[in-house]
């Protein structure tokens, strides 16, 4: 389908586009440089497509595929799901930020803390990434929501450092730079917060040398031994601290299930005071360095009520994230077919899968370039009520089911594929109800 053209006195010229520039790890080359090269390969054309990624078979100079591994474009303004993805922008009339980064490939780091006494036990207490990561690459661009989530994530820090670089005080206007995500399991909630954390160190590197994505191992916490999980957070917290003490690195700190540390204290009796000490420390922590700059509280929940009201009021954002709707649950499964025909598990020939975007400017209307696009968009309806968690292992489930074996001359076509996803998603549903009844 073409580009929608937008014309320079359209309400969204003058647009921003941030491009992210992977600058392979063995390269040299400045990055002054590389942005050249890449501006002038973006602005051969005269449109282009938001949220596009290229990689380096794209590229028509020896020096970009020499030193660049991908470029991914980026709206501005992350918009919620099927909104306005793959929108034409007109490149003479947009700003373009770039970001320019190589990854870590070390892999995460393990932190371990130990009780006290004789017969102390070493524990996992925490996982390190060194952000930006190969591990959590793509995974924001791969997230559909349909509320704006995304985009307020990252105003939501923006404005915490304005507030901080301008010195406003904070016992005037209080932020104590706490995100709580809660819903259901399985809707992205870990994978959002992973993926902000990697987002902000790419967008903030003129700010920070690097980020720390510090993911805390609360279950780890509670100790077998009566009244040490208190001590424990203020241990796995003391060694957070040292990393914060670096002002040049953003630290994100992510506690998965934050009812396992700041479980309700109303709800508590005389045989829970271990839990009671570990809330108290959790609290007394956020406060100590909430004041920094350079830190971000991330926590997640599928249990609102069991929180302790206290930490819930100190979160500055309290985002519900629910099940997918078919808008989104059409963007996972457009992306994961994406991937399919690139690595030639699907065959790609033909008529391919328009955008929810595209599908929505036809009007849903019926005719043959639709027609796949159709069948993916009652494939999404099929899967309503699925988590994200399920609705990412369907194709996988589709292929390995209900297609047959894979047959590199002759790929199963995209037609095929989808009627694979179909009795994929039947298969879900009825197994969703039978679980449902036990």
């Not at 034409?88 to 373009?96: A, E, F, V």
């Not at 791969?142 to 005080?169: G, P, W």
């Not at 930490?311 to 994961?336: E, G, H, K, L």
């Not at 699907?346 to 328009?354: A, F, P």
Request: hydrophobic share 40%.
């Amino acid at each position: 389908m073409k580009l929608r053209a937008v014309k320079e006195n359209d309400s969204v010229a003058h647009q921003v586009l941030n491009i992210e520039i992977v600058q392979k790890s063995r390269s040299n080359l400045a990055k002054k440089t590389i942005e050249t090269l890449v501006d002038a390969f973006v602005r051969s054309q005269e449109y282009i497509n938001t949220h596009e990624t290229f990689k380096a078979n794209a590229f028509n100079n020896e020096d970009l595929i020499e030193h660049v591994e991908s470029v991914q474009l980026c709206q501005a303004e992350e918009s919620p799901s099927g909104s306005s993805d793959n929108t034409g922008i007109h490149l003479p009339s947009t700003h373009i930020n770039y970001f320019i980064y190589k990854l870590n490939r070390n892999g995460p780091d393990i932190e371990e803390i130990s009780e006290e006494g004789e017969d102390a036990e070493s524990m996992e207490a925490a996982t390190y990434y060194t952000l930006p990561c190969s591990d959590l690459q793509g995974i924001w661009e791969n997230l559909f929501y349909d509320s704006n989530v995304k985009k307020e994530l990252l105003r939501f820090v923006e404005t915490t450092m304005e507030f901080a670089d301008a010195n406003v005080d904070q016992n005037v206007i209080a932020a104590n730079k706490v995100v709580l995500l809660h819903g259901p399991p399985g809707t992205g909630k870990t994978s959002l917060c992973k993926a902000l954390a990697q987002k902000l160190s790419i967008r903030m590197q003129n700010r920070y040398k690097h980020g720390q994505l510090i993911e805390i191992n609360s279950h780890s916490l509670f100790s077998k031994w009566f009244s040490e999980s208190g001590k424990l957070v203020q241990k796995m917290f003391s060694k957070i601290k040292e990393v914060i003490d670096d002002p040049r690195v953003l630290v994100c700190v992510l506690i998965d299930e934050v009812e396992s540390l700041a479980a309700n204290r109303k709800n508590a009796t005389n045989d829970c005071s271990d839990a009671i000490r570990a809330v108290n420390a959790l609290l007394t922590q956020i406060d100590s360095i909430k004041h920094l700059p350079n830190v971000l509280i991330l926590t997640t929940s599928n249990i609102t009520g069991s929180i302790d009201l206290a930490f819930v009021d100190r979160a500055d954002i309290r985002q519900f994230i629910d099940v997918p709707s078919r808008s989104a649950i059409y963007n996972i499964f457009y992306s994961c077919i994406q991937e399919l025909t690139a690595k030639k598990q699907v065959d790609h020939s033909g008529n391919g899968l328009l955008s929810l975007r595209s599908l929505q400017v036809v009007n849903f209307s019926e005719n043959d370039t639709t027609s796949l696009s159709l069948a993916l968009w009652r494939v999404a309806d099929e899967c309503a009520g699925l988590s994200g968690r399920s609705l990412r292992k369907l194709p996988f489930l589709a292929k390995a089911l209900f297609c047959p074996p894979h047959n590199p001359e002759k790929p199963v076509t995209a037609a095929e594929f989808l009627e694979a996803m179909s009795l994929a998603a039947k298969r879900q549903g009825q197994e969703k109800a039978a679980l449902t009844k036990t």
